[in-house]
T-cell receptor
Framework: RKEVEQDPGPFNVPEGATVAFNCTYSNSASQSFFWYRQDCRKEPKLLMSVYSSGNEDGRFTAQLNRASQYISLLIRDSKLSDSATYLC?????????FGAGTRLTVKP | ETGVTQTPRHLVMGMTNKKSLKCEQHLGHNAMYWYKQSAKKPLELMFVYNFKEQTENNSVPSRFSPECPNSSHLFLHLHTLQPEDSALYLCASLELNTGELFFGEGSRLTVL
């Protein structure tokens, strides 16, 4: 089983759509969780951390379910600029492991 | 504007060459990472250094040799590479308080 698994994608959605990404992780001792965004031919950048209580940043909502070892990212009212690859990241004692990423394309 | 700088940005080398990738960060972070990103594959963790000590070697072949002379600099020495080693090599440093990784722009390596 892969350490971090994500929806394979790609997701192609119209502007204004709501889209959800899922991620599961295998190590129950994992300590912290993140979503990163990577634009084409660019380095990954932090989108948001994921907290146990769930957290929201504008149109983005992240959820964590430790019992199910599951993380999600919800994007509401998609914009063209949201087109990118979204990477789920799991950390245990500074060992930061990435999922394969899910490609999102938002179309006019 | 990234606080992590990688050089060279592009490198083409033969299988018998020896070259090095360099990473430099001036963010005051004490943990630094090498990742490999191949086409259609996830980011693969290669090495982790905490306070200049290597704390993770993710079963990387010995033809890749990391060096961390101080907390601001990280090198990846390359020798007798294979064509399948062609990839984007990303360096990152970790902000311990937030857990955020700051990446360089990467060194794109092509092995002929």
């Amino acid at each position: 089983r892969k350490e971090v698994e994500q929806d394979p994608g790609p997701f192609n959605v119209p502007e204004g759509a709501t889209v959800a990404f899922n991620c599961t992780y295998s190590n129950s001792a994992s300590q912290s969780f993140f979503w990163y965004r990577q634009d084409c031919r660019k380095e990954p950048k932090l989108l948001m951390s994921v907290y146990s209580s769930g957290n929201e940043d504008g149109r983005f909502t992240a959820q964590l379910n430790r019992a199910s070892q599951y993380i999600s990212l919800l994007i509401r009212d998609s914009k063209l600029s949201d087109s990118a690859t979204y990477l789920c990241v799991v950390n245990m004692e500074n060992d930061m492991r990435f999922g394969a990423g899910t490609r999102l394309t938002v179309k006019p | 504007e990234t606080g992590v700088t990688q050089t060279p940005r592009h490198l083409v080398m033969g299988m018998t060459n020896k070259k090095s990738l360099k990473c430099e960060q001036h963010l005051g972070h004490n943990a630094m990472y090498w990742y490999k990103q191949s086409a259609k594959k996830p980011l693969e963790l290669m090495f982790v250094y905490n306070f200049k000590e290597q704390t993770e070697n993710n079963s990387v072949p010995s033809r890749f040799s990391p060096e961390c002379p101080n907390s601001s600099h990280l090198f990846l020495h390359l020798h007798t590479l294979q064509p399948e080693d062609s990839a984007l090599y990303l360096c990152a440093s970790l902000e311990l308080n937030t857990g955020e990784l700051f990446f360089g722009e990467g060194s794109r390596l092509t092995v002929l």
